[in-house]
Each structure stands twice: as C-alpha cells, then as structure tokens.
C-alpha cells in the first residue's frame, strides 16, 4: 500500500490575537517537608500519536505512546476506528500500566487510531479530562488528541457555553470538538479549519474521524508534530523517539500552520495538505531542546542530545571554575554534563546515582521517614566525589528547593566545594502554552538575585547559561530582539502570542462547579 500526496485549496486569514490558557498555576511546596527531587521539575502537558491504514494500529499506538512517556505520566488513552465503529480506552496511570495487556489492545480494533499521553496543567487528573476526547457529530465520530494550551481557552468556553454547548471536561481541548460541531461548512475539513482559524495559542493536534487522520500545527510552530511511515501508513507522533520505537519511517516535520489529512480512496492512502494560516516566523519552543525532548529525538533537523552537549559546552565557556570533577544532576543535565566536561576539560563523574523503581506513591507516614526519602530516588555517589570540588550540571531551576537538596546531599557526602552550573537562563515569566510553571512569585529567578539564589540553595557559586549564549548553541550569533528564532519567553518576556484570557479581568473557572471528582 503507498500513499500519494497532493495540495488541497490554500486558504489565508489575517494575523490572530493570541490569548491565555486554563493552565492552573501551581503552588510551591513546602521545602522542608518535600523530599521529592522530581517535585520542581518542568513538565510538559502531553504527547500525542497517530497512524492511519495499519491492522495492528491500537498495538502501535500504545508502542508511540511508550516512547512518549516523558511528555506526561498522569494518564492515556487511545481511540480507533473499525471501519463501522470507534472503541475508546482511557485511563489513569502509565502508558505501561493501562496498555500492555492484550485484552485491552484486543477492545481496540481497527486500522485507524489516535493516543495521548497526559500532563495534567489545564482541568485536573480526573477520567474525563483524559484524551482522546471524543464526539458524536452530524457527519460522524470525532476524536481529538492536543498537546498544547490553548491561550483563549476560557473566552471560547464562555461563548460556547453561551450559546449552549455542554461541556463535560475542564480541558481546554473540548472547545475544538463544539467549534467544529457548530460550524455551518459543508465538509468536514472545511469546519475543523473554520475551528482552527478560531482557537489561538500553542497546538499540535492529531484527529480521527471515521474517514480521515487530521495533523495541525499552530501557526507559529511552538508544539512539535512529525511525520513518519511505516508499511506504507502514514504516522503523526509529538516526536520522532515515538517512530524510532515501532521501526517507522521519519519522513519531515509537520510545518507550522499546516494542516495535513490522510484518508483512503480505491485502496490508496492519500494526503491532503492545507495551510489556512498567512506564513508567519516560526517560533519552535526552546524547551523542547532544553528539556522536553528525549535525548535520541530529532526536532527540527537537529539532535536533542547534540544540542544539550552543546549548551554544557557554552555554559563552561562562559562560567568555568576549577574543579575536580563534573557531575551531572541525573537524568535531565546528563548531556549538557557530558558538554561540559568535554570542553573544560573536566573529567566526568556520576556523582548521584538514580533509582529509577521507585514510585511517586511510597508511603512516608513520618517526618523521619519523609526526610528519608531523597535517598531513594537519588544517593550520593561517595567514591566520586568525597574530598573534591565538584560542579553540578542541571538543565534548569524553578523553585530552587530541589537544587538546596542536592547541594546538602553533596556535602553530607563530602564534597569539599559545590558549584552550580543550570544550562539554560534563569526562567523569570511564567508560560502559557502547554509547560507546567508557578505565577512569577513562584520562581525563583524572578523573586530573587544571584547571589541571593546562591545563598538560598547553598552552593559556593551558581550561574546560568546566557540567552545570547544559548542562541550561539543553537547554531545563532546570538538573540535577534526583533525576530527571535524560538519561543523562549520564559526567559525573556517576549510571548509569540498575546495573552488576552491572562489579561480578562472577568474571573474564570478553573474547574466544572459541579462533579469536580467525578471519574
């Protein structure tokens, strides 16, 4: 089976405001009593997959979604598409935990199927905010898989409420569903760009109607999409990690602003390509190359993990001390660790050994046993680094209270110096497309000083990677104020969108009054 590609109608519309998201911001914990070192961490909210005309199409989904574990660990769900039917799983916990059993594989049939793994920022960790969502329209089934956030998500479900939409989540991405269900267009793709040309803010989104697999990129490209093949079936997947693990075929990025559809006609997958946006910079998120992307992923031409090697290089360029040893902050500051050592010279030590098998759920009923549990995920590594001075990598700071452990973890193990590197600059304005951040007063860099950051967290020296020194990483003599390459507001301020729902004064919900618990 091969399928063939052609250019559908190009349609345009004029620049779009962008606005704020339902993103609940979260509230820092207390520093004393959370031992948790993956507690101030970024997260992301979700990673979508799609394939379209393969028998085994709910097996590789579950596989896709598995690659794309570290985009959201919350829950997944995974919808198909028999040729008369849609069957739907969705589920709290891991991808693992609620899909590698057979029998649930076997309630999925069909050769068409969309999956989401979840990071719960917009609505809360509750069954039926879990993706897919799903529909029933005039025309038939739809099922919508979104990583993102939407920046008028809360303006769009005032007025769709308005004008008597029943919403049944606290996501943002049912707004999608009621845009394209209340469109007057004729076809189906004619209503999901009128739906699109109204949703504004940060989106890669991966549909299946009982005819069609739909792709979308937001205009700017914040949120990834790729596309692959494999056995002649097209793939959609948030990152190309997801392709590498079932054996499929990178075949190019999804553009941003484009709209990409794959339906069958006389036993040929065929494309249409849609780019209803006027073009406009691109700017990618440069968290997905900081942070977000597994190290074996390619985003955007380039390596994750080459990238990261190259901001650890930069930041020894730019902030070197002597040392005697260079020690990652497992798992995130790996690469940049290895950068580091390898331009300063440095030798490289596993210095904190992880525990990958133990759980978020470990029951510590005493503050004793509490104050024990930052051991269990992560333990000094004494032989490396007793009795030397050591420079820590991470790849960024939010609160700081995760950074003050590891740094008393250190010197309880007898690290006579401890300096901090943070291969990324200080993130100083919060986010609202899709990554998991405090208000300013939550983080740390906003509210405080260097110094002040230093003395807080305990080292003898603590510094960033420079803006202008993370561009030159990336391949750029440095920023372009005036057309900055990535989205990298956290930084700078500078949002690729405007942020009306952020600026409405009206109060907005952040969860359904009603059945706020409900599953």
């Known amino acids: 089976?091969?399928?063939?590609?052609?250019?559908?109608?190009?349609?345009?519309?004029?620049?779009?405001?962008?606005?704020?998201?339902?993103?609940?911001?979260?509230?820092?914990?207390?520093?004393?009593?959370?031992?948790?070192?993956?507690?101030?961490?970024?997260?992301?909210?979700?990673?979508?997959?799609?394939?379209?005309?393969?028998?085994?199409?709910?097996?590789?989904?579950?596989l896709g979604l598995h690659a794309l574990q570290h985009r959201g660990q919350e829950a997944a769900g995974i919808v198909t598409f028999d040729g008369h039917r849609f069957h739907s799983e969705r589920r709290l916990g891991l991808v693992g935990d609620a899909f590698s059993r057979r029998e649930v594989i076997e309630r999925l049939p069909g050769s068409a199927a969309v999956g989401h793994t979840r990071y719960s920022t917009t609505g809360g960790t509750i069954l039926r905010n879990v993706q897919p969502l799903f529909a029933e329209l005039h025309a038939g089934g739809f099922a919508v898989a979104h990583n993102g956030n939407l920046t008028n998500g809360l303006t769009l479900r005032r007025e769709l409420v308005g004008r008597g939409a029943l919403m049944q989540s606290t996501s943002d991405t049912e707004a999608i569903l009621h845009l394209v269900a209340q469109s007057r267009r004729g076809r189906f793709i004619e209503r999901y760009i009128e739906a699109l040309r109204a949703i504004e803010?940060?989106?890669?989104?991966?549909?299946?109607?009982?005819?069609?697999?739909?792709?979308?990129?937001?205009?700017?490209?914040?949120r990834p999409l790729v596309l692959g093949e494999l056995d002649g079936c097209p793939i959609l997947a948030s990152e190309t990690c997801a392709l590498d693990i079932i054996g499929a075929k990178y075949v190019r990025d999804i553009e941003p602003g484009e709209v990409i559809v794959f339906h069958r006609k006389d036993d040929v997958i065929q494309t249409e390509i849609h780019k209803p946006f006027p073009p406009m910079p691109p700017r990618p998120c440069i968290f997905e190359y900081i942070y977000f992307s597994r190290p074996d992923s390619i985003v955007a031409g380039r390596s994750v993990y080459e990238v990261r090697k190259a901001f650890g290089a930069q930041l020894?360029?730019?902030?070197?001390?002597?040392?005697?040893?260079?020690?990652?902050?497992?798992?995130?500051?790996?690469p940049a660790a290895l950068g580091y050592s390898r331009f300063s010279g440095v030798p490289y030590e596993l210095g904190i050994i992880r525990n990958h098998y133990v759980g978020r759920t470990f029951i510590q009923p005493a503050q004793s046993v509490r104050e024990l549990g930052v051991r269990m995920k992560h333990s000094a590594n004494r032989a490396a680094i007793a009795g030397k001075r050591i420079i820590l990598i991470d790849d960024s700071l939010v609160r700081g209270t995760t950074s003050r452990k590891i740094v008393r973890m250190?010197?309880?193990?007898?690290?006579?110096?401890?300096?901090?590197?943070?291969?990324?600059?200080?993130?100083?304005?919060?986010?609202?497309?899709?990554?998991?951040?405090?208000?300013?007063?939550?983080?740390?860099?906003?509210?405080?000083?260097?110094?002040?950051?230093?003395?807080?967290?305990?080292?003898?020296s603590l510094?960033?990677?420079?803006?202008?020194?993370?561009?030159?990483?990336?391949?750029?003599?440095?920023?372009?104020?005036?057309?900055?390459?990535y989205a990298d507001h956290c930084f700078t301020g500078a949002y690729p969108t405007s942020l009306t729902d952020h600026t409405d004064i009206e109060p907005q919900p952040h969860q359904l009054s009603l059945l706020a618990e409900a599953s």
Do not use: W
């Open 1 to 62: 089976m091969t399928f063939t590609t052609y250019s559908g109608a190009v349609e345009k519309r004029g620049a779009m405001d962008c606005q704020q998201s339902l993103s609940s911001d979260a509230s820092p914990n207390d520093p004393e009593t959370d031992f948790d070192l993956d507690g101030d961490t970024l997260r992301e909210e979700c990673g979508v997959f799609g394939i379209f005309g393969h028998p085994e199409a709910a097996a590789i989904t579950a």
């Open 201 to 222: 803010g940060a989106y890669a989104l991966v549909s299946l109607t009982n005819k069609k697999l739909v792709g979308a990129r937001d205009p700017r490209g914040i």
């Open 410 to 460: 250190m010197r309880d193990a007898g690290a006579t110096e401890v300096h901090f590197r943070l291969a990324s600059p200080p993130i100083i304005h919060p986010d609202y497309y899709g990554i998991d951040l405090p208000d300013r007063n939550g983080l740390l860099a906003a509210t405080h000083s260097l110094e002040e950051m230093r003395e807080m967290i305990g080292a003898d």
């Open 316 to 334: 020894a360029r730019e902030s070197h001390v002597d040392v005697d040893v260079v020690v990652p902050v497992p798992d995130s500051g790996v």
């Open 463 to 485: 510094a960033f990677l420079s803006i202008d020194g993370m561009y030159r990483a990336m391949g750029e003599p440095g920023r372009d104020p005036a057309n900055p390459k």
